[in-house]
């Protein structure tokens, strides 16, 4: 018997899981894909939002505000990259400078610290790179950036550390209420637990209507994206929003955690809740509307495109409650942007919540630090040297493009939660993220991989489940 079992190993998932493994529970991960950060946290754009956007009194405005100001101190706590550059939302006609006064005011009463409106001038000593069509604009100072996979997995490795238990390439099919709590069955196995966690993400309308007649209905809203390389990383400083105008909200552009310049995304309701394919037209009209923002945009520097799903709930605010007619099941539902930003608001509010049910003692050996994969481009010569007569697999280069080793991609594998497809070693290490996409370091990647799990080439997969990479040998009739 589990005290909690969580279903979804995405961010907020992960971000309550690591909060209540500060208690002496028996606490439980479900999580249907192989490998935690699989799902909305996957692709989304990482952006840390000041808060100036929800409206106030709703938990997505309290989340925002209270999620970006725990975010540094969790990321020199768990050893993720975390910028804090600032945030601009452009504003192209004076007719519309009412509006942006307006945001400015919603973010005050937000609690939004240190936000003022920019005029023409002092916007472009800021981004000179900016749009001439630009005539004010509001800047949040406290707006930020994060890696999204670096911050999913330190709260999943830490919670491991401290005792979750993670359960991968497992869908609940069934949920069934119990007189001690609930029945969460699977294909292969059931689990007994007191209380859930519904952090399904797109499927948290499905979790949440086995188990109560007040349904919820959540809609996949799709976000495309291009990437472009790093020569194009400095063109803009700051997170550069479009203020919504007649002709609706544009596109956003901004340099990443990891010092690529990011464009979109754009948004459409589909039905598909795995429907996270590009489309030509999506992407063209992100083209389309990124050029308004930003002038001579190098988009001929693009080296992949891909897109994301938000779950979107009617009501449009997150879900953060005990379902009423469900004692012991815990919602944590739509959350769409500002989710990444929120999470770990989210982990401390519903860890607050499960608590006061169960009442569990407070540990004394919680581990409250994680140290993240070394990078040795942040090592002096002599400390990279030394690291390699140390461990010489940090002198062999496996991606070139983002120059990672092989004692990182080991260090991948090996550490609590480790890689176990090509696409696990990318979100740790960042080998096959680079101008060639993977072209080059695949092969290699994979053998270390069979190497290390003591397997055949053959049966990596790029992220679990049937996406094997080799499914024959050429003229093996011969």
């Known amino acids: 018997m589990y005290d909690v079992m969580i279903i979804g190993a995405g961010v907020s998932g992960c971000a309550i899981a690591r909060e209540l493994s500060r208690y002496r529970l028996k606490i439980g991960v479900l999580e249907k894909e192989e490998d935690v950060c699989c799902g909305t946290s996957k692709a989304n754009s990482g952006i840390v939002h000041a808060g100036f956007d929800a409206k106030p009194g709703t938990l997505k405005a309290k989340m925002n505000v209270e999620g970006n100001a725990l975010m540094e101190n969790l990321a020199r706590d768990l050893d993720f990259s975390f910028k804090r550059i600032g945030s601009l939302v452009l ?29 023409h001038e002092e916007l472009r000593q800021m981004e000179p790179n900016v749009s001439d069509e630009a005539v004010a604009a509001l800047y949040a100072p406290t707006g930020g950036i994060v890696c999204p996979f670096s911050l999913n997995i330190a709260l999943a490795e830490n919670a491991c550390e401290n005792g979750v238990e993670f359960f991968f390439d497992t869908s609940v099919e069934k949920i069934e209420k119990t007189a001690e709590g609930y029945r969460l069955i699977s294909k292969d196995k059931v689990w007994e637990t007191r209380c859930v966690v519904n952090a399904a993400g797109v499927y948290a309308d499905r979790m949440h209507n086995m188990v109560s007649e007040k349904k919820i209905h959540i809609i996949p809203r799709r976000g495309e994206y291009y990437l472009l390389d790093k020569s194009a990383g400095h063109h803009v400083q700051h997170t550069i929003f479009q203020l919504p105008g007649k002709m609706g909200k544009g596109v956003m552009v901004t340099p990443t955690a990891h010092g690529n310049l990011l464009v979109g995304p754009n948004a459409e309701d589909i039905e ?10 999506g992407l063209e009209e992100i083209e389309k509307k990124s050029v308004k923002s930003v002038k001579s945009l190098p988009l001929r520097q693009v080296i992949t495109s891909f897109a994301g799903l938000r779950a979107r709930e009617d009501g449009h605010e997150f879900i953060l409650q005990e379902a009423e007619d469900a004692p012991g099941f815990f919602d944590c539902a739509g959350i769409e942007s500002p989710g990444l930003t929120s999470s770990p608001a989210i982990g401390k509010r519903m860890a607050e919540l499960i608590t006061a ?23 002096s010569r002599e400390e990279w040297a030394a690291l ?24 991948a594998i090996h550490r609590p939660l480790g890689a176990r497809s090509l696409d696990g070693v990318k979100r740790r290490t960042r080998a096959g993220m680079g101008r060639c996409q ?28 049937d996406s094997r990479i080799i499914l024959g040998v050429t003229k093996d009739s011969l």
């Not at 006064?101 to 240190?114: W, Y």
């Not at 080059?440 to 053998?447: A, D, G, H, K, V």
Request: include cysteine; charged fraction near 35%; glycine fraction near 8%.
């Open 91 to 119: 504003c192209f006609s004076e007719e519309d400078l009412p509006s942006l006064e307006e945001l400015m005011d919603q973010g005050r009463k937000n609690g939004v610290p240190d936000l003022r409106i920019l005029n």
């Open 388 to 411: 390699v007569r140390k461990e010489p697999a940090y002198g062999n280069i496996i991606c070139r493009c983002e120059s990672i080793s092989e004692g990182e991609i080991l260090d």
């Open 438 to 465: 993977s072209g080059f370091c695949s092969p290699r990647t994979m053998e270390i991989l069979a190497r290390e799990w003591k397997t055949s080439v053959d049966t990596v997969t790029k992220c679990g489940k």
């Open 272 to 281: 598909n809740k795995e429907g996270t394919n590009t489309t030509a037209g």
């Open 357 to 379: 049910k169960l009442h569990p003692e407070k540990k004394e050996n919680f581990i409250s630090k994680r140290k993240g994969i070394t990078d040795p481009q942040k090592l």
